[in-house]
């Protein structure tokens, strides 16, 4: 949105420069005093105040320029405060009256966007182009608006809830984590809600003075969505329950009668930086960023930082690289291009001062505003920017940082939900590299009291399932209590059994996602088949979003046939040339199908039929029928079918083609079921359909001839054993060692089970009942039911509570420390936690 301040940028105010839109009023001595005293406090951008007083100088204003420029400012302060509704009305008021300058029209167009009105909006762009035709401004915001239609068409992978524990009807914004750095269960961020130190209340929107306040997750009280049985799976963080937020500081060294606004640790959660905006007797003195760290039981004096020269710079907004080695944030001086930019300052530890600022450039930085740039461990910059197209307000867009710190590579939106018509700033994930979960900050619709409110943004699971049914080939029948077996390119096998409907299904559990799947179907009596499906490449529009079960899910179908053995199976496309036995390229493709059979069913052997119709003599059709059934088989040997499973078998004109029961063969529009093409039968037809039907008996097809063929190599073993010769063998056999399984990026318990063949009860009990226990990269575990363990359990310690060190560790087993850091070299970059196992003997 063109010329927006935010009722959360409170905290930045001096940053305003409203001068684009506001007429100057100064020297006009005719202004009656209700007017004169409106303006001065929309001038001083008071805008609550403002809002009162217009409405009371509209009542004195005089012709039609000053009511309209008395009903502009009403909608330019209901704008600076965020009630679109209000502003929008206000715009439309004041177009009517005959308020001259186009851009009314335009900033109308911008409150019927973000209040999600999309056509309406591009209805008020095109009025204003035709007003306006010479500005681009209208086809820029007419493009962005239809770009906005078409991504809350197709969502992304994302899902936004509102995090009601933590939320008030004031503003609440800009979260980060905080407490121990290896735990992402307390949060900081800034609220203006009434506990706040600061008493007064801001003109900007009517609210107290804003303070920074922390809230911590109740592991033991979850709520909401979850699949299976897994405790360990990933969930928003909205579906934890969350403790009463509480003022971080209330000695009021860090919290101050001023306004504390968006702030940042270190990489180590030592260091405190926050924005602190200092007002006083209605002077606003301008925004810095401070420095303060907790020590002992109270927060130190903060310390302003200064960078470069300008010590009286307007600075908010701090983020620090992964490294500290960079200091991001966003001031309107510095010689910033647009209303906010977003800058970058090194820090120098020869003088301890930060370095002269530098300019992210215009690849982020617009005419508009840039705000609350945050890094994140997958190498981007997450900002929000008002200047790049987007849906509405404030978006979230990201750039890639190169080595230097500064952007690289194109700027990418962050698409809907995670943005949205209104307001949406401040995207942190949680710490790490991936982008699974984290929150952001939005005014939303679903917010309270239509304020800033604070919302978790989670990645939604892609799960799958696969079904179908199992028929019979000839009666289309449904096959009773067939097996189906699913291998998965990731090594994992399932077997599950169809119901009396033939119905069989691999829920979620064991369909994972980016894996190639091979099915097998079986039933004696019939033909085993396989099937192939995959569930890579897939678009999460392909997905249906299942809200009870917080998960997009795609359910796969393949339904398969098999041929029962009893009858013979005609191969479609086995033509020969007339008179030859010479296999034709399409009739080696059909017979490589019949390859496929074989090598699915190696306990079968057949007897390939060549058959021809009734014209030319018998003993002709005999011989030429043979021929081609020994073309074949040879075929099939040289495919490297064992030649004892196979049998040529010409008949002649002797079988005479009987059309089937669902026959989808050639032909299929001119038989009934049941008709049986004989040669007295033919010749009653027309010639076109003579010739149809000889086509149909010349054909070759293949008959099971028996399946209990058994390969060679094959050696079936004496199954009569002693009972006592069991129990002597397992008294006498050692088991062996259990594999320790170590956990990679993006593994978990359920995972795990699966490839295993495990469920979760029985790993999590395998492994001393992981009660409280949070899985991490570099963790092992025992995966084997049934392993030894002996020899492990013997040399290893399994830490079951928080906050033990290797001191305490190396005191409990009465072993020496030095052995222990020498044993596990690991602990350099694994902290200790539950469920870690630390080795104490060689």
């Not at 199908?593 to 190696?602: A, C, D, E, W």
């Not at 409280?772 to 392993?787: A, S």
């Amino acid at each position: 949105m063109r010329n927006l301040q935010l009722g959360f940028t409170i905290f930045l105010l001096s940053f305003v420069s409203f001068n684009a839109l506001a007429q100057d009023e100064e020297g006009d001595p005719k202004l009656p005093k209700e007017i004169a005293e409106a303006y001065e406090a929309f001038d001083s951008e008071e805008y609550y105040y403002a809002t009162q007083l217009l409405k009371d100088a509209y009542e004195e204003a005089k012709g039609r320029d000053q009511k309209s420029e008395v009903l502009f400012k009403t909608a330019e302060a209901y704008r600076m405060m965020n009630q679109y509704q209000e502003a929008e009305q206000f715009y439309n008021k004041a177009i009517k009256v005959g308020y001259k300058d186009p851009q009314a029209l335009l900033l109308k167009g911008d409150m019927l966007k973000a209040q999600g009105e999309f056509e309406e909006a591009i209805e008020a762009y095109q009025d204003y182009k035709k007003e306006n035709p010479t500005d681009t401004e209208g086809d820029i915001a007419i493009e962005s608006t239809r770009k906005a239609i078409a991504l809350k068409d197709r969502p992304s992978q994302y899902q936004v809830d509102n995090m009601k524990d933590i939320n008030s009807r004031a503003l609440d914004f800009a979260p980060f984590f905080g407490g121990d750095r290896r735990e992402n269960d307390v949060i900081y961020f800034v609220s203006s809600r009434d506990e706040s130190v600061g008493n007064d209340d801001d003109g900007w929107t009517g609210q107290s003075f804003m303070d920074l306040y922390k809230t911590q997750a109740e592991r033991k009280s979850r709520r909401g969505r979850r699949r299976g049985n897994d405790d360990t799976e990933e969930v928003s963080y909205s579906d934890l329950k969350w403790a009463t937020p509480t003022l971080v500081d209330e000695e009021e060294f860090l919290n101050s009668e001023f306004h504390e606004g968006t702030a940042t640790f270190d990489s180590r959660k030592k260091e405190l930086y926050f924005t602190r905006c200092r007002v006083e007797e209605n002077e606003k003195l301008g925004c810095g960023i401070y420095v303060t760290e907790f020590v002992g039981k109270s927060w130190k004096e903060p310390v302003k930082l200064i960078f470069g020269t300008d010590t009286f710079a307007n600075v908010g907004d701090p983020n620090l690289s992964l490294d500290d080695k960079y200091m991001y944030f966003v001031s309107d001086d510095f010689n910033s291009k647009g209303r906010h930019d977003i800058f970058m300052s090194t820090y120098n530890r020869r003088t301890k001062t930060w370095n002269q600022p530098k300019n992210l450039g215009s690849t982020v930085n617009t005419k508009g505003s840039e705000r609350f740039p945050i890094v994140h461990g997958d190498g981007f910059l997450y900002f929000a920017s008002d200047g790049h197209p987007g849906m509405g307000g404030l978006d979230i867009f990201k750039v890639k940082l190169g080595e230097d710190g500064m952007p690289e590579g194109d700027v990418m939106h962050m698409e809907y939900p995670i943005n949205s018509s209104k307001d949406d700033f401040h995207l942190i994930w949680e710490p790490g590299s991936d982008t699974k979960k984290g929150f952001l900050s939005s005014n939303r619709e679903g917010s309270n009291n239509n304020s800033d409110d604070i919302w978790s943004v989670y990645r939604t699971p892609l799960v799958f399932n696969l079904e179908g049914v199992v028929l019979d080939s000839e009666e289309k029948t449904p096959i009773p209590e067939a097996s189906v077996t699913m291998d998965g390119s990731d090594g994992s096998s399932v077997t599950v059994t169809a119901d009396e409907n033939g119905y069989y299904i691999f829920d979620d559990t064991k369909v994972a996602e980016n894996v190639n799947y091979t099915l097998s179907f079986s039933k004696k009596k019939y033909l085993s088949a396989t099937g192939e499906v995959t569930t890579i490449g897939f678009e999460i529009d392909a997905f249906e979003y299942v809200p009870s079960a917080g998960y997009f899910i795609k359910r796969l179908e393949l339904n398969k046939q098999l041929d029962p053995i009893k009858k013979p199976i005609v191969l479609p496309n086995v033509f020969f040339d007339l008179a030859k036995w010479d296999l034709r390229p399409e009739a080696m493709s059909s017979l490589d199908s019949v390859l496929v059979i074989l090598n699915n069913n190696p306990n079968i052997t057949i007897g390939m039929r060549s058959h021809t119709d009734y014209r030319d003599s018998e003993e002709k059709n005999q011989v030429l029928s043979q021929k081609r059934a020994d073309t074949c088989v040879s075929y099939l040997i040289s495919k490297g079918i064992d030649a004892r499973r196979l049998t040529a078998q010409g008949m002649g004109e002797s079988e005479p083609f009987v059309i089937p029961k669902n026959y989808i063969g050639y032909g299929k529009e001119h038989f009934t079921v049941g008709t049986q093409l004989t040669e007295r039968y033919i010749k009653s037809l027309s010639p076109e359909k003579q010739e149809i039907a000889n086509q149909i008996n010349r054909r070759t097809d293949f008959k099971v001839l028996t399946d209990d063929y058994v390969p060679d190599g094959f050696v079936e073993e004496d199954k009569s054993v002693d009972a006592r010769d069991i129990i002597e063998d397992a008294r006498n056999k050692e088991v062996a060692a259990g594999e320790i399984y170590i956990l990679k990026k993006g593994d978990n318990l359920g995972k795990i089970a699966r490839k295993y063949k495990l469920n979760i009860r029985d790993l999590k009990q395998l492994n001393g009942g992981m009660r409280g226990v949070r899985t991490f990269e570099g963790m092992q575990i025992k995966v084997e039911k049934d392993g030894n363990y002996k020899a492990w359990d013997e040399s290893h310690y399994l830490v079951r509570r928080r906050g033990m060190s290797l001191k305490d560790i190396a005191k409990e087993l009465d072993v020496d420390m030095d052995l222990l850091e020498e044993l596990n070299p690991f602990l350099e970059e694994i902290d200790i936690q539950p469920g870690l196992w630390i080795q104490y003997k060689k």
